[in-house]
């Protein structure tokens, strides 16, 4: 027994059921069932009298004291370590805003804009700077990725140029390599061949249904395109391939979420299945009609978790990673290092063009016409400063370390530090609620390091 005790932990008290709460220490790795005592006890910690604590009381404290939510707490670390220089060992580049895809929803409305295709001495220079910074680190070890306002694998040659060239200066230096993208999936059997010789993985977005797949991302004719994406995951799978799948849902499919879900599971063999309602921007940015229930969404995610269980595919959703412990949402806070098809360097994969308002945020660098990169160090500590234990809205939420503040594009105002609350948000907070519930029952165990149990 203890002569004082006092909460030295991030602590958060959940509404659950029947008076109950949930009591959640997620940088302890500690979860539990409390009733309303407990809770008041808690609540008058900091000034008790402690000959009037009762036993029972006393057990509770203790046992408090014991999992490391009382008396002097170790809790995870959550830090970028990032340097105060720049010095990325990583890049995604934006080779184009053109789409072989007419997608309803695309954020960027790919392919509406005047061609442009990234110059080639702004690949060259992205790539020489990372291996670059490898080498300097003693890492040895560069990432390249493509991604973007278009599909990524659309400027065909120029993408294979960019990877062997990189392949070849790293063969020069002694630096390890790693190659992957985001892509729509149209892809000839040739490239397939090509890419599994030489990439990492792929990110497909397929909305989850051949009806659903055609008419969410429609080919510029108005056609389907589930046809060819559904070539490619058979030639993937049948060659062993990583790749994971991106779904999207509207109002159009959001009651269709499980039978999408088993018919991917059904069909073919992805590493990761990550689903997203969609989000009012790009061509879908006036249209009422997509917006989607977020409740329904909730709902019908946990389901498919809760029958996920023993399955060896990765099922996420991305405002709700409780298996991790985070302070950024993605690389906006991380020297997220992409560049666009005319050179800018932004930390947002959703910022792509100089057009787009945000780029006043997020694009923090330039590469000039003879390849040398110039950093906006203003920008870029505003950018490492957007960390969620900077946000004030934040401080008092449970789901702060593994939502991190959620994606600061999606805010719907320009104080990226500012106040949150809005759909998105609510629906990870139940998601995070969810989980947490489903965890303590004992349902969902796979890469948990909760201590869970009842007070």
Not at 205 to 211: A, K, N, V
Request: aromatic residues 12%.
């Amino acid at each position: 027994m203890a002569d004082k005790y006092s909460v030295t932990c991030d602590l958060f008290t959940i509404p659950y059921k029947d008076g109950l709460h949930l009591l959640y220490a997620p940088r302890v790795g500690f979860l539990c069932e409390a009733n309303k005592d407990v809770i008041s006890l808690l609540a008058s910690i900091d000034s008790p009298d402690i000959d009037r604590v009762n036993q029972e009381q006393l057990k509770v404290l203790d046992y408090l004291v014991e999992n490391g939510v009382l008396n002097g707490s170790k809790e995870a670390v959550v830090d970028n370590l990032l340097p105060k220089e720049f010095v990325p060992t990583r890049v995604t580049l934006f080779p184009t805003n053109q789409c072989n895809l007419r997608c309803i929803y695309c954020y960027a409305s790919a392919g509406e804009s005047v061609p442009v295709t990234m110059d080639w001495h702004y690949a060259v220079s992205a790539v020489d700077t990372v291996i670059r910074n490898a080498k300097n680190l003693g890492d040895h070890f560069i990432s390249v990725g493509f991604h973007g306002g278009g599909e990524p694998l659309f400027p065909w040659t120029f993408v294979k140029r960019v990877v062997e060239y990189a392949e070849e200066e790293c063969k020069k230096h002694g630096v390890r390599n790693s190659f992957y993208s985001a892509t729509n999936g149209l892809l000839s059997e040739k490239q397939l061949e090509w890419i599994i010789q030489h990439f990492s993985d792929l990110n497909i977005s397929f909305d989850g249904l051949p009806h659903v797949q055609d008419h969410h991302r429609p080919l510029p004719d108005g056609k389907g395109s589930f046809r060819f994406i559904d070539k490619t995951f058979k030639y993937l799978d049948e060659h062993g391939f990583n790749y994971g799948i991106r779904s999207t849902f509207s109002d159009y499919n959001l009651d269709l979420m499980e039978e999408s879900f088993d018919f991917i599971m059904e069909n073919y063999k992805p590493r990761t299945i990550h689903f997203e309602p969609v989000f009012q921007c790009g061509r879908c940015k006036t249209d009422e009609g997509y917006r989607v229930n977020l409740e329904k969404f909730a709902r019908y995610f946990r389901k498919i978790e809760d029958k996920n269980l023993d399955s060896k595919v990765r099922f996420t959703y991305s405002g709700c990673r409780v298996e991790t412990l985070s302070n950024t949402f993605c690389g906006v806070s991380r020297d997220g290092f992409s560049v666009t098809p005319d050179g800018y360097i932004t930390s947002c994969f959703e910022t792509t063009s100089l057009n787009d308002p945000k780029s006043d945020f997020f694009f923090y660098g330039r590469i000039n016409e003879k390849g040398e990169i110039t950093i906006y160090d203003k920008k870029r500590n505003y950018l490492l400063g957007l960390t969620v234990e900077h946000l004030d809205y934040c401080a008092d939420c449970f789901a702060k370390w593994h939502c991190a503040g959620d994606c600061v594009a999606k805010l719907g105002h320009n104080d990226l530090t500012g106040e949150r609350g809005h759909e998105r948000c609510h629906l990870n907070r139940q998601m995070v609620k969810d989980k947490l519930i489903s965890i303590l029952n004992g349902f969902d165990i796979k890469n948990q390091n909760t201590n869970s149990t009842e007070l």
